[in-house]
């Protein structure tokens, strides 16, 4: 004898079923937006950290280079007068158009020194369009002195070295708990 088994007959969709599947939808599309913005919350969070420690190696950095700078190029021959950190040049609206981690300064001549934890092609380049921003600054404002550029740091990778000299920058190296200046035979440093 053969059993049949009876079936319901199938519903197809039913709006229930489709409302149903968008209010899930919906409740997904929130949990992950939600998930979204505690991931972007806990990025921005890390990136303020990087940028917290990245700022305080720039400055342990920097406390190495500025101690002695003057007479790292008094031995040069340079005499300068004045040395500051951290300087801004702003605009007539007080906006800033430049800063220099350090800047040493006399009657005719002003040196901008640019510091990095880590040196790399781009900081020189950085430099290089910042001593022309300064160029125009002093022009504005009828200062007349030569301007040259320097660049430190206390790593510096193969290759930023050379590259910094040919484009007529000094080059500040970490040299034990001193910074020593090296300066090759024919260096000329460009004049802005």
Same mark, same amino acid.
């Given at each position: 004898?053969?059993?049949?088994?009876?079936? /319901?007959?199938?519903?197809?969709?039913?709006?229930?079923? +489709?409302? $149903?599947?968008?209010?899930?939808?919906? &409740?997904?599309?929130?949990?992950?937006?939600?998930?979204?913005?505690?991931?972007?919350?806990?990025? =921005?969070?890390?990136?303020?950290?990087?940028? =917290?420690?990245?700022?305080?190696?720039? /400055?342990?950095?920097?406390?190495?280079?500025?101690?002695?700078?003057?007479?790292?190029?008094?031995?040069?021959?340079?005499?300068?007068? &004045? $040395?500051?950190?951290?300087?801004?040049?702003?605009?007539?609206?007080? &906006?800033?158009? $430049?800063? +220099?981690?350090?800047?040493? !300064?006399?009657?005719?001549? +002003?040196? $901008?020194?640019? +510091?990095?934890?880590?040196?790399?092609?781009?900081?020189?380049?950085?430099?290089?369009?910042?001593?022309?921003?300064?160029?125009?600054?002093?022009?504005?404002?009828?200062?007349?002195? =030569?301007?040259?550029?320097?660049?430190?740091?206390?790593?510096?990778?193969?290759?930023?070295?050379?590259?910094?000299?040919?484009?007529?920058?000094?080059?500040? !190296?970490?040299?034990?708990?001193?910074?020593?200046?090296?300066?090759?035979?024919?260096? =000329?440093?460009?004049?802005?």
């Amino acid at each position: 004898m053969i059993t049949e088994t009876k079936r /319901e007959p199938e519903m197809g969709l039913t709006f229930e079923k +489709v409302w $149903a599947m968008f209010q899930e939808t919906d &409740r997904k599309f929130q949990e992950t937006d939600r998930q979204l913005k505690e991931t972007d919350r806990q990025l =921005k969070e890390t990136d303020r950290k990087i940028g =917290k420690l990245g700022g305080r190696l720039g /400055e342990l950095v920097e406390h190495l280079v500025a101690p002695n700078i003057l007479e790292k190029f008094n031995a040069l021959g340079y005499v300068f007068g &004045r $040395a500051g950190a951290n300087v801004r040049f702003v605009d007539k609206n007080n &906006r800033t158009i $430049a800063e +220099v981690d350090i800047l040493l !300064e006399n009657g005719d001549l +002003v040196l $901008a020194v640019e +510091v990095k934890s880590k040196l790399s092609t781009e900081n020189v380049q950085e430099h290089m369009e910042r001593m022309e921003k300064l160029r125009r600054y002093a022009d504005d404002h009828g200062d007349l002195r =030569k301007l040259i550029g320097a660049v430190a740091g206390a790593v510096i990778p193969e290759g930023v070295k050379p590259f910094a000299l040919k484009n007529g920058l000094y080059v500040l !190296e970490q040299a034990g708990d001193t910074v020593k200046i090296e300066v090759p035979e024919g260096f =000329k440093p460009r004049e802005w």
